[in-house]
């Protein structure tokens, strides 16, 4: 059989370390994955701080502000500098390819996916002094009377969910590798079936934690669920399809040295059909199910 060239991916210097438990075998995989794993205090620590002083709805200016900050200086300033000279151009670096990936899907979901959540999980967002939002025009509820409704989304919470998603698809992909290398010795149907499970667990923990952590009092004025008890029952299987689709399609990015590593290209189109996928899910899941499967 003959050798694959891939031409379209220039020669490529990354480095392999076998046998990681948790982390990638791909090293410049792993070196992201650990330093990600560090913004998590930081990232409970600064929400903690905006809740608490209130910043969240302070005007357009420092709502974008403060969710930037959130999320830039740590997740690619730091990198951009700690990895200059790793052999890698920051570019082809694997952090940087996960962010590219990340504001894909942020985008697509923040911009579609929130009217599900608006219309049939009963999600609020009240900022009484941003007037900066960007939303769907078509899908969702009816333009005239979502701002009313605290049904619209700021600009910030793009850059807010940037942070969000950077900690939950890290984690995720972290304990899913280790459950997947526990069943290493067993047979192709039985270790599909631990990847499948944990890929389960994980997307449903993250979308039950993320009610239970976030919608705390603090936060509760500018978000909340009409109906939290059942948001976690209920709704926790609906959010979870998000991550049901993108855990395992990032798990595979640049995670094998056998498989070119990624392009850009394919970054877009496999970001952008995972996004297509958890839409159509969520539609589906209410022609199924009805818009009102919660109650509300």
């Avoid at 694959?4 to 392999?16: A, G, K, N």
């Avoid at 911009?111 to 078509?138: A, C, I, K, N, W």
Wanted: charged share 15%; net charge neutral.
């Amino acid at each position: 059989m003959a050798t694959r060239i891939y031409t379209d991916i220039p020669e490529d210097t990354r480095t392999w370390t076998e046998h990681r438990k948790w982390l990638s075998a791909n090293d410049d995989k792993a070196w992201a994955e650990m330093f990600y794993l560090t913004f998590i205090p930081f990232f409970f620590a600064y929400n903690a701080m905006i809740q608490m002083t209130g910043w969240l709805d302070a005007g357009n200016v420092w709502h974008v502000a403060q969710n930037l900050l959130m999320w830039f200086p740590y997740c690619i300033i730091l990198p951009l500098i700690l990895r200059r000279n790793s052999g890698i151009v920051w570019y082809r670096s694997w952090w940087f390819k996960f962010q590219l990936y990340i504001a894909v899907i942020v985008f697509f979901m923040t911009y579609f996916h929130t009217e599900y959540f608006f219309q049939v999980l009963g999600m609020r967002y009240r900022f009484d002094h941003v007037t900066l939002y960007l939303d769907s025009q078509l899908l969702g509820p009816d333009q005239g009377s979502a701002l009313a409704n605290h049904e619209r989304i700021p600009i910030g919470m793009y850059l807010n969910t940037m942070a969000f998603f950077t900690v939950y698809h890290i984690a995720g992909v972290v304990v899913i590798r280790r459950c997947y290398n526990l069943s290493r010795a067993l047979n192709a149907s039985a270790r599909a079936l631990t990847f499948t499970l944990a890929v389960i667990a994980s997307a449903f923990f993250f979308a039950w934690s993320e009610t239970f952590l976030y919608m705390t009092a603090p936060a509760s004025k500018n978000v909340w669920y009409i109906d939290v008890p059942t948001m976690l029952a209920l709704g926790s299987w609906f959010y979870s399809l998000d991550f049901l689709c993108t855990f395992p399609n990032i798990y595979r990015l640049d995670e094998r040295p056998d498989h070119a590593p990624w392009s850009y290209f394919r970054i877009l189109i496999e970001a952008c059909g995972v996004s297509m996928i958890v839409l159509l899910l969520d539609d589906l899941w209410v022609a199924i199910l009805g818009a009102n499967f919660m109650g509300l």
